[in-house]
């Protein structure tokens, strides 16, 4: 039987769903590989998974990346703009800077930060719709310079782009 694809989406906290990866499994003839730690859903986002990648600022650009933008308020330190090969710069997709100084890149902060960044981001659809556009085309890398990979505001960015889309 031929299922029409499905698309799953990783999140970042969660228990594993054993009752939706043997779905999965179902659908996709059995060829699900595990998933560490991490919960999946259904979406029905137009954004194919994967379209969407973060690195940081200080790793070197590949050519895979495909559209480059740098996703913070603040240019990161010691980076030239040849070494940063970016193709847009969105300062107003970042958080406040009101935001980013009360966060202060806390874990402990994290939940509330992820929840008050969401909120500002309802007032930015034009720009997320811009990202959203380039990765239904091909792939969009979302570059950021936190040192914390997991907290982050890239991180709360990727996860609107493909909730929301």
């Not at 194919?48 to 973060?54: A, E, N, R, T």
């Amino acid at each position: 039987m031929k299922s029409s694809p499905v698309t799953v989406q990783r999140l970042t906290l969660g228990k594993p769903q054993p009752w939706l990866l043997g779905r999965l499994a179902e659908i996709d003839g059995g060829n699900v590989e595990p998933f560490c730690c991490a919960d999946v859903r259904m979406t029905s986002s137009p954004i194919p998974v994967g379209h969407i990648q973060l690195k940081r600022a200080y790793e070197p650009a590949e050519p895979g990346d495909g559209v480059r933008i740098l996703v913070d308020r603040l240019w990161p330190r010691g980076v030239s703009k040849a070494k940063a090969a970016l193709d847009d710069w969105m300062k107003d997709i970042a958080p406040s800077t009101e935001l980013r100084q009360w966060f202060g890149h806390d874990p402990a902060r994290w939940a509330e930060f992820q929840r008050r960044y969401r909120a500002e981001l309802r007032g930015r659809t034009e720009a997320l719709d811009r990202i959203r556009a380039l990765a239904r085309d091909g792939m969009v890398t979302l570059v950021y310079s936190a040192h914390d990979e997991r907290h982050n505001d890239a991180v709360v960015l990727r996860n609107v782009l493909y909730d929301e889309a």
